[in-house]
């Protein structure tokens, strides 16, 4: 069963376009969600992360919006750059305990057009 | 730190064979995690260890995928025998205990003919 369910699989946006890539959860114990990037070769690397007590969080171009009563949460890439072709991944954190153990969705393929 | 460090970074094997894929975490990093990355099913967690102790391995595909952490600075993931529905990228990752971050290597890109 996947614990955080993804959308789009792939998104194909204009050089100076919004990209808005969205994610869902059911587990209301998550208590943390990062976005990872993925360039071609490379491993994921973390984006922009939020705590289910705040609504949105900014960082330059990148945006991560909450809605912990709906259980979604959205990445808007404003102005997107042929430099943000990447797979993005929104993940979820369970702190249970000690641990913390990260759930992944599925991925989205973004292509930038120039 | 140099990261975390997987090998080999591709290996071609051919069904029925063994195969060993190793990871070097991030040195004072106390928890590594396995996951399998293909364009059907995204990343999947296959097992995560916790001071070199697996927490959870319900991800581990079949009985073929075994994972140890003989110590805090190295991990193995087998496969034993690989068939090709095995391909795929493993990732390795790791994480200090309680942070919210975890770091990937760059990954093994297995390919079973």
């Known amino acids: 069963q996947q614990q955080v369910k993804q959308s789009p699989q792939s998104l194909i946006v204009q050089k100076g376009g919004i990209s808005i890539i969205n994610c869902a959860y059911e587990?209301?114990?998550?208590?943390?969600f990062p976005w990872y990037q993925q360039f071609p070769g490379k491993g994921p690397a973390l984006l922009i992360a939020?705590?289910?007590d705040v609504s949105e969080k900014k960082e330059g171009r990148f945006t991560i919006s909450f809605n912990k009563s709906a259980k979604q949460f959205s990445l808007h890439i404003m102005d997107s750059q042929p430099g943000d072709s990447a797979t993005y991944f929104c993940?979820?954190?369970w702190g249970g305990g000690n641990f913390n153990k990260f759930y992944f969705g599925s991925g989205t393929k973004l292509n930038v057009k120039p | 730190d140099a990261g975390v460090i997987q090998s080999p970074r591709h290996e071609v094997t051919e069904m029925g064979q063994e195969v060993t894929l190793r990871c070097k975490p991030i040195?004072?990093?106390?928890?590594l995690f396995w996951y399998r990355q293909t364009m059907m099913r995204g990343l999947e967690l296959l097992i995560y260890?916790?001071?070199?102790?697996?927490?959870?391995d319900s991800g581990m595909p079949e009985d073929r995928f075994s994972a140890k952490m003989p110590n805090a600075s190295f991990s193995t993931l087998k496969i034993q025998p690989s068939e090709p529905r095995d391909s795929a990228v493993y990732f390795c990752?790791?994480?200090?205990?309680?942070?919210?971050?975890?770091?990937f290597g760059q990954g093994t890109r297995l390919t079973v003919v």
């Open positions: 587990n209301t114990a998550f208590d943390y």
């Open positions: 260890f916790n001071n070199n102790v697996p927490i959870d």
């Open positions: 040195s004072g990093h106390n928890s």
């Open positions: 939020i705590r289910p």
């Open positions: 990752a790791s994480s200090y205990e309680g942070h919210t971050e975890a770091f």
């Open positions: 993940a979820a954190i």
